[in-house]
């Protein structure tokens, strides 16, 4: 990255770092440290575990003091629907962090800066390179800032296919997953799912398995019913 880009990121994320290049590392994709610069430079996947780790203690650590009423089981799924694929990589697209990347040739062109694997692992690079940098306090403030907060509606996803069917129930509706498609690699397919509600189209949705991609769709369904 060359300096304007870095400021633009730290402006994005609300820290600045002391040592660039710990940025440098969160947005480089093991393409590249192969390929393009022969391992001169690490991958991200050091910090993406290391992030991933500090992710659950603090969102634990959130959940446990928040919701003194909730027990072990429903912390856990809280904590499942907050540090899923879906969540992280939601919020680092709105964060425009694919942008940011430094991949192959080949991963770029197949797709590799807006995959929702990549842009979950982003964030927890991201989270990884702000504690080396600064701190576990450091940390704490960007998950806080990007994670922890509208809960309710992140939780949304999590339960979105058990939710509809209540209100399915409820409402007498037959639920139907129409399987339209699927693409790509047979290491990375993507599934393409049509929701129906008693026969009628009602939301699609795209994941890297089937029942992601339903998961998707019932997200879908949902955000258009609570508009």
């Known amino acids: 990255m060359n300096n304007e880009e870095y400021e633009t990121l730290e402006n994005i ?7 660039k290049k710990n940025l440098d590392i969160a947005f480089t994709h093991k393409s590249y440290a192969n ?15 290391l992030g991933d780790a500090i992710l659950e203690f603090i969102v634990s650590d959130y959940l446990f003091n928040e919701y003194k009423d909730k027990t072990e089981g429903e912390l ?15 919020i680092a697209r709105e964060l425009n962090f694919g942008e940011f990347g430094s991949f192959s040739k080949g991963e770029k062109n197949t797709g590799g800066r807006d995959r929702d694997s990549i842009l ?3 964030f927890e690079s991201v989270t990884g390179a702000i504690y080396m940098d600064g701190g576990l306090d450091a940390a704490k403030n960007f ?3 990007f994670l922890l907060t509208d809960i309710e509606n992140k939780k949304l996803f999590y339960d979105a296919k058990t939710k509809l069917q209540e209100i ?28 129906c509600i008693d026969g009628k189209p009602v939301a699609q ?14 997200y879908n369904a949902l955000e258009q019913m609570l508009k």
Not at 77 to 86: P, Q, T, W
């Open 35 to 49: 390929e393009i610069v022969c391992g001169k430079r690490q991958s991200y996947e050091r910090l993406e575990f």
């Open 120 to 122: 979950c692992d982003f």
């Open 205 to 218: 949705g795209e994941g890297h398995s089937r029942k992601s991609a339903e998961q998707h769709a019932a």
């Open 13 to 19: 994320i609300g820290y600045k770092f002391n040592d």
């Open 76 to 90: 856990t799924k809280i904590r499942a629907s907050l540090v899923c694929e879906f969540t992280l990589s939601r």
């Open 143 to 145: 998950i806080y800032k």
């Open 168 to 195: 399915s129930q409820k409402n007498n509706s037959t639920l139907e997953y129409v399987l339209l498609g699927e693409s790509g690699p047979e290491h990375n397919k993507i599934f393409k799912i049509q929701l």
